[in-house]
């Protein structure tokens, strides 16, 4: 039962206020986007041992039984298979989407045997992992997800006005189905001269049934000026979360996140495949190969009552999410698994008590449990707990 000491990224993209203001701590004036909490070799956590700092992942290859249990060191190899994340957007993120287990395995080898080095701009496939992800608002939170159906796309291009838009929205009416979108999704990713200059300018002033989403569409186009990633954009659904909703993401699916603050967790991958709104590497062929040209249902998550947690379903076992909402009065919850555990309070103080004494940590502190720690939560406020999903009660 260990303190976790984590890293915050700093990319362009993050908020100056919302990761401050849940910590209580002052802004620094630079956009502070991601907080990771983890073993991922890029930042991993550290806890203390011997009176010094280690990096998580280090601990977990000195004794990966002991830190991650049988199951799961059987079912995964000797990593953590999830990083826990608090994501706060202050700008549209780039739409991406990553592989399936399949394609990153193939990519990776693929691209180990044409000598291309881990950490260059261009590499696609950063390791062997798929990477579903899952993201639970804390604040109001918006973002992409997922292609709207060929029909309603047509509708959406359609309302903006804008002449050039005219031939795609011609087929995604007369072939509407996954071969309709895959050929507009192509064609978006090299637009003829114009047409972005043309829609940019339609968002300001178009309305109609889309007004929200176009008005989001809007916000993209001015915090990416001239990026063509803002035609793909459009052929997205805009969805709308409120605290506690929450989204899956999974292979192939395109998506981006446009504003607000959430607790965000993912298989322990760095597979990224972006589609635009990004000044990083694009890899058109494959990323066309990696997307799921379908078009179904956006499905928000609500939590269901699991024994006495709120769990967010998911249908991959890299990762389990709960939310645990302690109150005055009642009974500590048992929290020991045979599995590896993060607790991360987001409101009020959560307490964490063991045989090695109790942590108590406030919004935005987190606690790593190894696999088989005997401990119990309390306290009064919020705790989001992350394990894989072959977690079992010892």
Excluded at 37 to 47: D, L, V
Excluded at 205 to 218: E, K, L, M, Q, V
Aim: with cysteine; glycine share 12%; net charge negative.
């Amino acid at each position: 039962m260990n303190l976790l000491q984590n890293t915050v990224r700093s990319y362009d993209w993050g908020s100056t206020t919302l990761l401050p203001g849940l910590m209580g701590v002052p802004p620094t004036g630079e956009p502070q986007a991601e907080l990771w909490m983890g073993a991922h070799p890029a930042a991993p956590s550290r806890i203390r041992k011997d009176g010094a700092l280690v990096p998580l992942d280090r601990v977990i290859g000195v004794d990966p039984e002991g830190e991650l249990g049988t199951a799961v060191l059987r079912r995964f190899g000797p990593r953590l298979p999830f990083l826990l994340k608090l994501l706060a957007a202050g700008a549209p993120l780039s739409v991406q989407v990553h592989p399936d287990l399949a394609q990153a395995r193939a990519g990776f080898e693929r691209e180990n045997a044409l000598g291309v080095p881990l950490d260059a701009p261009h590499r696609t496939y950063r390791d062997a992992q798929h990477k579903p992800e899952m993201i639970v608002a804390l604040t109001p939170f918006r973002g992409l997800c997922g292609f709207r159906a060929p029909g309603q796309c047509a509708e959406l291009l359609d309302t903006l006005g804008v002449p050039g838009l005219r031939p795609y929205a011609g087929t995604l009416r007369a072939a509407p189905g996954t071969e309709a979108l895959a050929g507009v999704f192509r064609a978006f990713l090299r637009p003829p001269a114009g047409l972005l200059d043309a829609v940019t300018e339609a968002l300001t002033t178009s309305a109609g049934p889309y007004r929200s989403d176009i008005a989001a569409y809007a916000r993209v186009a001015r915090a990416h000026p001239g990026d063509p990633g803002l035609l793909s954009a459009l052929m997205l659904r805009y969805v709308e979360l409120a605290p506690g909703e929450g989204l899956f993401l999974g292979a192939g699916v395109p998506h981006a996140y446009l504003s607000g603050l959430g607790v965000e967790i993912m298989a322990g991958s760095d597979n990224v495949l972006r589609c635009g709104l990004t000044s990083k590497h694009i890899d058109a062929d494959e990323l066309v190969r990696v997307v799921r040209f379908t078009a179904p249902p956006t499905h928000v998550l609500t939590p269901h009552e699991e024994e006495g947690e709120e769990v967010y379903p998911a249908p991959v076992d890299d990762f389990r999410l709960s939310r645990l909402r302690p109150r005055p009065g009642e009974p500590p919850r048992p929290l020991a698994l045979d599995a590896p555990q993060i607790v991360l309070c987001t409101e009020g103080e959560i307490s964490v008590s063991g045989a090695e004494g109790v942590l108590r940590i406030g919004p935005g502190r987190s606690v790593y449990l190894s696999a088989g720690t005997e401990a119990v939560l309390g306290g009064t406020g919020t705790a989001y707990r992350a394990t894989t999903g072959t977690a079992a009660r010892p």
